[in-house]
């Protein structure tokens, strides 16, 4: 339950934006159903402490407002309890608290950055800032930005505390192995059935006339900006196609070695502070790119990227060329390794024979109850050295293409063996001692906290000691 609030509590935080209206209250026992949201502000408001963490209080309706949150995100809250979330939102408070001990900074310029992109999407979603403020219930902009302001801040600060009590947690060799010759023989991991899967990629170039619509759009939006005096960042907000906008408020900050790709480097340090490029191309698409701000040799910029659209015609050439392809691997012409490494437009896989990396550990092994649907749809109808007919896909970056996939090794369910899940073992221990890690601090800091819990909660069986017994 803690990794649970570990991980959702933050994001929720962040992108359901709790920052609700005046305190309200619900029943101990109701939350409201997703469809009743409006309900919240009929309620009657209340301002009863639940508990005190350092300098920062936490309201019985900041309990209800984060059930309501996980409903809204479709958590199963039927078995997660008042003193889960008092106790969820008890860490979050420490960390943040003991942020500003150490001087762990938060940039006021990327706060108001993630700020005004959300109130851009907020916009765009309602319609008018008019309506975000009547939904909000807030007399003005400036008293939305401002709470929004403060429970970002609040949200970084802890996000980056969390972050500070773990960067040095390594793990060796030897340490792997003794956590895992520790485990009884029934308590250690059960891997599902695993898959290696291969895949051939063919993705098709857009035409002259459609590069060219996407740069006078660019060119376009770069003159409102300059001219009119429009937002970049609501600009942004409404037409950039990089999945990376809602990250730091789309803001990007880079230094000239940054792991940037060379011609976006470019183009950012060409201008000055305040300055918009004029188009440019990349292997993601097309870019302007705006200087928010120059600090020393480095840069917050943001950017609107823009794809070009494929025809059909050129997605049904590309379509019928896998299929020939496949052929002539059926046919003994070539082998797919072969077939991958001269024909695929996917540089990440080509040069591996096509072969896939699972990004939860960067090894080429997917277990099947864990593949993401989509993938999983398309590998389990394969047996033997099946290969699929052409399929259609689109990426995280809008762009169209097909592909041909084979599963090229299967591995059953079994317990897990050092060499053979190396990778997987160490870093299920590696969780292990950054939890270890964090329940020594969490302990530390509790002593040294002012913390004070309501007589409602005393009887809690808090997973840290926050009555400190």
Same mark, same amino acid.
Request: aromatic share 8%.
């Given at each position: 339950?803690?990794?649970?609030?570990?991980?959702?509590?933050?994001?929720?935080?962040?992108?359901?934006?709790?920052?609700?209206?005046?305190?309200?209250?619900?029943?101990?026992?109701?939350?409201?159903?997703?469809?009743?949201?409006?309900?919240?502000?009929?309620?009657?408001?209340?301002?009863?402490?639940?508990?005190?963490?350092? *300098?920062?209080?936490?309201?019985?309706?900041?309990?209800?407002?984060?059930?309501?949150?996980? $409903?809204?995100?479709?958590?199963?809250?039927?078995?997660?309890?008042?003193?889960?979330? @008092?106790? !969820?939102?008890?860490?979050?408070?420490?960390?943040?608290?003991?942020?500003?001990? *150490?001087?762990?900074?938060?940039?006021?310029?990327?706060? !108001?950055?993630?700020?005004?992109?959300?109130?851009?999407? @907020?916009?765009?979603?309602?319609?008018?800032?008019?309506?975000?403020?009547?939904?909000?219930?807030?007399?003005?902009?400036?008293?939305?930005?401002?709470?929004?302001?403060?429970?970002?801040?609040?949200?970084?600060?802890?996000?980056?505390?969390?972050?500070?009590?773990?960067?040095?947690?390594?793990?060796?060799?030897?340490?792997?192995?003794?956590?895992?010759?520790?485990?009884?023989?029934?308590?250690?991991?059960?891997?599902?059935?695993?898959?290696?899967?291969?895949?051939?990629?063919?993705?098709?170039?857009?035409?002259?006339?459609?590069?060219?619509?996407?740069?006078?759009? @660019?060119?376009?939006?770069?003159?409102?900006? $300059?001219?009119?005096? +429009?937002?970049?960042?609501?600009?942004?907000? @409404?037409?950039?196609?990089?999945?990376?906008?809602?990250?730091?408020?789309?803001?990007?900050?880079?230094?000239?070695?940054?792991?940037?790709?060379?011609?976006?480097?470019?183009?950012?340090?060409?201008?000055?502070?305040?300055?918009?490029?004029?188009?440019?191309?990349?292997?993601?698409?097309?870019?302007?790119?705006?200087?928010?701000?120059?600090?020393?040799?480095?840069?917050?910029?943001?950017?609107?990227?823009?794809?070009?659209?494929? +025809?059909?015609?050129?997605?049904?050439?590309?379509?019928?060329?896998?299929?020939?392809?496949?052929?002539?691997?059926?046919?003994?012409?070539?082998?797919?390794?072969?077939?991958?490494?001269?024909?695929?437009?996917?540089?990440?896989?080509?040069?591996?024979?096509?072969?896939?990396?699972?990004?939860?550990?960067?090894?080429?092994?997917?277990?099947?109850?864990?593949? *993401?649907?989509?993938?999983? +749809?398309?590998?389990?109808?394969?047996?033997?050295?099946?290969?699929?007919?052409?399929?259609?896909?689109?990426?995280?970056?809008?762009?169209?293409?097909?592909?041909?996939?084979?599963?090229?090794?299967?591995?059953?369910?079994?317990?897990?063996?050092?060499?053979?899940?190396?990778?997987?073992?160490?870093?299920?221990?590696?969780?292990?001692?950054?939890?270890?890690?964090?329940?020594?601090?969490?302990?530390?800091?509790?002593?040294?906290?002012?913390?004070?819990? +309501?007589?409602?909660?005393?009887?809690?069986?808090?997973?840290?000691?926050?009555?400190?017994?």
């Amino acid at each position: 339950m803690k990794k649970l609030f570990f991980a959702a509590g933050l994001t929720m935080m962040m992108n359901a934006m709790g920052f609700a209206q005046e305190a309200d209250s619900l029943a101990i026992a109701e939350v409201p159903p997703v469809d009743s949201v409006k309900v919240i502000k009929e309620r009657k408001k209340i301002d009863g402490v639940a508990a005190v963490v350092g *300098d920062f209080v936490i309201l019985e309706s900041d309990i209800e407002k984060q059930f309501i949150d996980m $409903e809204l995100q479709g958590v199963d809250i039927s078995q997660i309890s008042r003193c889960e979330v @008092l106790g !969820n939102q008890m860490e979050n408070k420490l960390y943040t608290h003991q942020a500003i001990q *150490d001087s762990v900074v938060v940039a006021d310029a990327e706060v !108001n950055s993630y700020v005004e992109s959300q109130i851009g999407q @907020l916009t765009a979603q309602l319609g008018s800032i008019d309506k975000v403020l009547k939904f909000y219930d807030k007399d003005s902009e400036k008293e939305l930005r401002d709470e929004l302001f403060e429970i970002v801040k609040n949200a970084q600060l802890s996000m980056r505390m969390q972050g500070k009590v773990v960067e040095e947690v390594e793990i060796t060799p030897e340490e792997v192995r003794s956590w895992y010759e520790g485990l009884p023989e029934e308590d250690r991991p059960y891997f599902g059935d695993e898959v290696e899967i291969a895949q051939i990629i063919k993705q098709p170039e857009p035409s002259e006339e459609e590069v060219q619509k996407v740069i006078d759009r @660019l060119k376009d939006i770069k003159r409102d900006v $300059e001219e009119n005096g +429009s937002s970049f960042a609501i600009k942004q907000t @409404l037409f950039s196609e990089d999945p990376g906008k809602v990250q730091n408020g789309g803001v990007y900050s880079i230094k000239k070695s940054s792991n940037f790709v060379q011609e976006f480097k470019d183009a950012a340090f060409a201008m000055k502070q305040g300055e918009i490029s004029d188009p440019f191309k990349t292997q993601f698409g097309y870019h302007i790119v705006y200087v928010e701000r120059v600090r020393g040799e480095e840069r917050d910029v943001r950017h609107i990227l823009l794809m070009p659209e494929v +025809s059909e015609d050129d997605l049904r050439e590309a379509r019928e060329e896998l299929e020939d392809i496949r052929q002539k691997i059926i046919d003994g012409e070539f082998t797919f390794e072969e077939a991958a490494q001269n024909f695929s437009d996917q540089k990440e896989t080509k040069f591996d024979g096509g072969v896939l990396r699972n990004p939860q550990d960067m090894s080429t092994r997917f277990e099947l109850t864990k593949m *993401d649907p989509v993938l999983y +749809s398309q590998v389990s109808p394969l047996e033997g050295n099946t290969i699929s007919q052409p399929i259609f896909g689109e990426s995280q970056g809008g762009k169209t293409y097909y592909k041909i996939i084979k599963v090229n090794k299967r591995f059953k369910a079994h317990r897990a063996d050092y060499i053979q899940d190396y990778v997987k073992i160490k870093e299920l221990a590696l969780k292990e001692k950054q939890l270890r890690e964090i329940g020594e601090w969490m302990e530390e800091n509790i002593k040294d906290t002012y913390i004070s819990v +309501s007589p409602s909660y005393q009887g809690c069986d808090f997973s840290n000691n926050w009555l400190k017994k």
